[in-house]
């Protein structure tokens, strides 16, 4: 049989000023402010808010429901999630799918995996973390699952 | 000097009825069937058969030797093993890889990391977990190694 | 308004001699040195080195200032991390970076994180493991943070 082919894009995107995009990426129905970032090998799905002067590094994937600050910094190969598979799969229905809201100023290391949370701003995500639960206290937070770790002495 | 560029493609892959794909992914010798999904930047090695209705979401790599289920789950960013190092390196000889296999109703989160192993059907494995050992019951897994989290209530 | 768009490339790359590269890759003012092999969806950036008979497989980011040494293989979706956010956030300033030196027949399992440190030759780190110190004694290291599992019966 012959598989139905689609292609990765950028599809109805709001793009602000001074924006810069290095492809191959897949952007769709999404908003991304100005001066904002989107490496190689990324993809935003619909419903994504990436704010001014953030960044998306490669390899990362944001999920329709995520809402990124200002100026913040997502590392490679972070992924978001908005199905929990709380009835032991997926949801099925988007309507149970959960929002992100990210702060100003929050960093994400690479390789971390950010399940629908909501994260203040001024918070580090360690590389390699898990963050599975709200962070409403500024600081550096690792592991899996994500703890808080130390304050920001800046 | 001059690298030998090679290009990813579809190369000798078995298709069900109404398998859709997005492109840039890269699938060769192996059988994927009816109403499955492949996302974008998605590897699929030789030898790999990914079963009906199953979703395979971007970023993951399949390697050769992966048998999954139908109606299975396969988050962004998941990366399978087949290779242990064992003997403190690349096994070299691909006699020497193993294989794994997944049930069916299978849902492994994004970030994921699975070893080689033997899943049975109706298992979640949580974002960002690492996968070390057999799974025999089914249930909610999660952590580095996971571990039994809960049972499913759906 | 319209973004910038920029592409992916292999741009001011010095190569030894039969290298293979799959693309699509980012490759730029890094060396590769002779029958080394560079996966698809790769991006390794500028001031790194990757030595002869080394594989870097899909999905893998090679940051700025990493240096990896002979026949090394470094798995899928690795991430090299060379910010570690010291003052709560991105250093701005490139000098602040830290290098990441790993040695020979160093293995690096799929979805590991490497944060700014040094490995000695002749160690496995476990897939899915975080690094986040010094590693200079040989064996196998998994879990995150990554902890010294055990030696390497070869």
Redesign the interface.
Known sequence: ????????GIVEVQ??????????V?LYRCT?EDHAFI???V?VQANVRIGSRS?IQ??S?I?EGVTIGQ?C?I???V???NDT?S????AGDREKWKPTFIGD?V?I???A?I?PVTICS?V?I???A?VTRDIDVPG?YA???ARFLRA???
Not at 1 to 8: D, E, S, Y
Not at 87 to 90: L, Q, S, Y
Request: aromatic share 10%; net charge negative; glycine share 16%.
């Open positions: 049989m012959t598989p139905k082919i689609l292609h990765i793009f602000g000023e001074d924006v810069t995009i290095v492809e191959p897949n991304i490496g190689p090998f993809e960044r490669s390899h994937f999920c100026s910094f590392g490679h190969g992924m978001f999630v598979f009835t032991g799969g997926p100023r960093s290391g690479s390789n995996t399940m001024d580090v360690g590389a390699g898990v550096i592991g899996n699952p920001i002495h800046s």
